[in-house]
T-cell receptor, first 115, second 114 residues
Framework: NAGVMQNPRHLVRRRGQEARLRCSPM?????VYWYRQLPEEGLKFMVYLQKENIIDESGMPKERFSAEFPKEGPSILRIQQVVRGDSAAYFC?????????????FGDGTRLSIL | AQSVTQLDSHVSVSEGTPVLLRCNYSSSYSPSLFWYVQHPNKGLQLLLK??????LVKGINGFEAEFKKSETSFHLTKPSAHMSDAAEYFCVVSAGGATNKLIFGTGTLLAVQP
């Protein structure tokens, strides 16, 4: 499968635990984006990364959320001390370049449920 | 700032009849616009994109969209709906500039009746 791979597909955490979401971009893509889809809402941008660099994190909550895209390995979205409001579907997308006309290709998402 | 407004949250059509999903955009410059489709519990699939070439854009699965600058619209159409078209559709604009972030509409849920 040459598409964007996200895992796990479903993740259940208790309040206060940590959640780690992983994303492997399409082959040849060096730009990764994370979006969050809250229930009954559209997708909202969180963060845009290139290898080892955060380019735009204007959509990230100020606390508890972090993202990285290391030189080797997948991109990771990390949520510390999760709360009920973090329950959502988290989608990763990738593109080969950073231009505004570059379409982004999405993974199937990670559904995060907080007990 | 860029934004998109999807005018209908739900659309219901009969199989074999035309589909029209409406989207208006707001942009201070020539926008890059996209339509994505999301089937239940799946990711988003790109249907088509407009990037200032032809104003009538043809996409996958028989969908097309027309960019109308005078009306600031980018409506999605299909001549004949199929049951498999039932899904949620998102009109999307690229924020442009140094970031490539996408700005999503609130979505239109398309139901196709047999």
């Amino acid at each position: 499968n040459a598409g964007v791979m996200q895992n796990p597909r479903h993740l259940v955490r208790r309040r206060g635990q940590e959640a780690r979401l992983r994303c492997s971009p399409m082959k040849g893509h060096s730009h990764v984006y994370w979006y969050r889809q809250l229930p009954e809402e559209g997708l909202k941008f969180m963060v845009y990364l290139q290898k080892e660099n955060i380019i735009d994190e204007s959509g990230m909550p100020k606390e508890r959320f972090s993202a990285e895209f290391p030189k080797e390995g997948p991109s990771i979205l990390r949520i510390q001390q999760v709360v009920r409001g973090d329950s959502a579907a988290y989608f990763c997308a990738s593109s080969p370049g950073g231009g505004g006309n570059q379409p982004q290709h999405f993974g199937d998402g990670t559904r995060l449920s907080i007990l | 700032a860029q934004s998109v407004t999807q005018l209908d949250s739900h659309v219901s059509v009969s199989e074999g009849t035309p589909v029209l999903l409406r989207c208006n955009y707001s942009s201070s410059y020539s926008p890059s616009l996209f339509w994505y489709v999301q089937h239940p519990n799946k990711g988003l699939q790109l249907l088509l994109k407009y990037t200032s070439a032809a104003t009538l854009v043809k996409g996958i699965n028989g969908f097309e969209a027309e960019f109308k600058k005078s009306e600031t619209s980018f409506h999605l159409t299909k001549p004949s709906a199929h049951m498999s078209d039932a899904a949620e559709y998102f009109c999307v604009v690229s924020a442009g500039g140094a970031t490539n972030k996408l700005i999503f509409g609130t979505g239109t849920l398309l139901a196709v009746q047999p």
